[in-house]
């Protein structure tokens, strides 16, 4: 059942007036294909009476003369066939009673049915079976007929009682031929079918932009997520880096406290072991002392002088020991020199870790994970962020012509004496800047000639082949100029653009934020197009030229 119906609602939108949105009365195909219904479309005619042409509502084609109106007889007898099928087809449930909330039929007198639809002119509803009148009978075809509704009293003028089908745009409100004439009068005023199709198409419009909006803000999240993803793995991958690199200082640092620490062990058993030797020859020696000391005791108890002076001799030698000179005594000083260069270590660590730890904060603290900055609005503001390129000879195509300080460059029709360069573009009349750009840059070029072209690019673009011209590849961003107008090229991709011509234009970078946007420069700045995407690497200024002739200069800002 809801699908035979479904199938009845296609087949009824195939039969509406694009104005009334009803089915067809009285339809009529004007020259361009369109059908309408007879007064819907010269209703919406007659409010353009002065104008020398007459449009379609829909394709906006435009006629002249105003066309002749003649019913279509095949398309209204296929109206009329899909009117008495719905009825026939109508389920039981589409006749129901009319409930709280329903819109009763004026007609039915006992059981009040549900109505399906009111009619502006009667100003009544009607259920399905008191409104076959108006498809059947001549003088009820002209009435409109609307969906079912319970605010029909809206559509009448409360002071004239007569159906409001005028609109006064002065007073943005709808009256009734009674009201336009009143006071009304001198207004400007139009049919209200003119001015809802009007407003109908500017709706549409609306919504385009909305959807617009809501696509880019919906690319902006998409964006942001990335960021956020890019933000956390590069955190983390920081603090894992920073991590080790400490942890290898660290580990320097104790391997060399470790170094020192068994110097000083293997001096101190070196110098305690040459001070127990030293000690043990000391007291041999005192103890061989000791024992000559004895024997000199009792030689003095002597008073034999032959024995006395035969002995003497003997006892009395004493030798030296060879190394006496090194028992000097020196300060108590041992290993405090160590620490005090261990000490003067540590100060200058101190010093080095706390200026350089403060640069590494300084640096973490300009990481920038805010949004991207509102771009300017004026070319004041603009030239804040204006920098200085240069063109890269190097990559002049041999038919250009640069300028001694390399700002200016022109198209010639000879080629030019230059050393060949594998940077050089071979097939296109371009060249590139030598400086990349990141942050946020602005930068204008003017130019003169049959046709130049601005772009911006990455410096690894073909050199050769086809998609080394500007535009024509993924590397490269260009907006083609013309006294016929602009267009803009990104990956084999052309957009027309709307923009009053200028010999002078304006581009600006914010190059974190993926932002590359072209202005038009003259009295005021016109934004042109504007680029959303995520750069991998610096973009480099180019120009290029389409045939001999043209110039373009990089602006002294």
Sequence with gaps: MAQQQQQRGIQRDKFRCSICLDLLKDPVA??????????CIKDYWDEGEEQESHSCPQCRQTFSPRPMLVKNTMLA????????????AAAPDDLCHAGPGDVACDVCSDTKLKALKSCLVCLASYCEHHLQPHYDAAPLKKHKLVEATVQLRENVCSRHDEVMKIFCRTDQQCICYLCSMDEHKGHDTVSAAAEWAERKKELGVTRQKIQQRIHDRERDVKVLQQEVEAINLSADKAVEDSEQIFAEVISF?????SDVKQQIRSQQEAEVSRAEKLQEELEKEIAELRRKDGELEQLSHTEERSQFLHRYPSLSCIREPADSASLNIRPLTYFEVVTAAVSEVRDKLQVVFSEEGSKI???????????????????????????QVTLDSDTANIYLLLSKEDRKAQSMKNEQLLCSYYDRFSESRQVLSREG???????????????????????????????SEFGY??????LNCSSAGYTFRHNNE????????SSRVGVYLDHRAGVLSFYSVSEYMTLLHRVHTIFTQPLHPGLGFSSEGAAAELCEL
């Design 30 to 39: 004007i020259p361009c294909g369109h059908s309408y219904c007879m007064g």
């Design 77 to 88: 007898e296929l109206v009329e066939e899909l009117r008495k099928t719905e009825l026939q």
């Design 253 to 257: 640092i104790e391997k060399k406290g």
């Design 361 to 387: 904060l300084l640096t973490v603290t300009e990481v920038d994970v805010l949004l991207p900055q509102p771009e300017p609005t004026t070319r004041g503001k603009f030239l804040k962020y204006s920098c």
């Design 437 to 467: 750009l990141n942050g946020r840059c602005y930068w204008e070029v003017k130019w003169k000639g049959r046709e130049v072209t601005v772009a911006a690019a990455y410096e690894d673009i073909s050199r050769s082949g086809d998609d």
């Design 473 to 478: 590849n993924d590397k490269s961003w260009a």
């Design 494 to 501: 052309e957009t027309s653009l709307l923009g009053r011509v």
